[in-house]
C-alpha cells in the first residue's frame, strides 16, 4: 500500500522542540523530493520546507529559517523534520507530501 504516516508530534511549550517523522511505504524515496507543509486553524496550507532527491539541497520558509531542518534516509524511506526553538505560531497540522501524495497530519501545539 502506498501511504505516508506523520509522526512526532504532540504539546510542548514555547521554546521547546520536536522531531517529526514521516514514513513512507509502498515506494522507495531516491527519486522524489518531499516536502513539509502546515496548516493552522482558520488559515491555508503553506509550504515549511522541503528537501530535493538529488543533491539534498534544501528550502525554509522565512518562518522557519535557522530553527527547522529537513532530512532524508533513504535507506529508512524516512523524512525528518527537527523542530526547535518553537513558538505558538508554529501551532498547526504538519503534513509530508511526496509523489503527489499527502500524509494524514501530525499536530503540532506550542503552547505554555
Known amino acids: 500500500q502506498v501511504q505516508l504516516v506523520e509522526s512526532g508530534g504532540g504539546l510542548v511549550q514555547p521554546g521547546g522542540s520536536l522531531r517529526l517523522s514521516c514514513s513512507v511505504s509502498?515506494?522507495?524515496?531516491?527519486?522524489?523530493?518531499i516536502g513539509w507543509f502546515r496548516q493552522a486553524p482558520g488559515k491555508e496550507r503553506e509550504g515549511v520546507s522541503c528537501i530535493s532527491s538529488r543533491d539534498g539541497s534544501t528550502y525554509y520558509a522565512d518562518s522557519v529559517k535557522g530553527r527547522f531542518t529537513i532530512s532524508r534516509d533513504n535507506a529508512k524511506i524516512t523524512s525528518y523534520l527537527q523542530m526547535n526553538s518553537l513558538k505558538p505560531e508554529d501551532t498547526a497540522i504538519y503534513y509530508c507530501y511526496t509523489r503527489a501524495l499527502w500524509g494524514q497530519g501530525t499536530q503540532v501545539t506550542v503552547s505554555s
Open positions: 509502498g515506494f522507495t524515496l531516491d527519486s522524489y523530493a
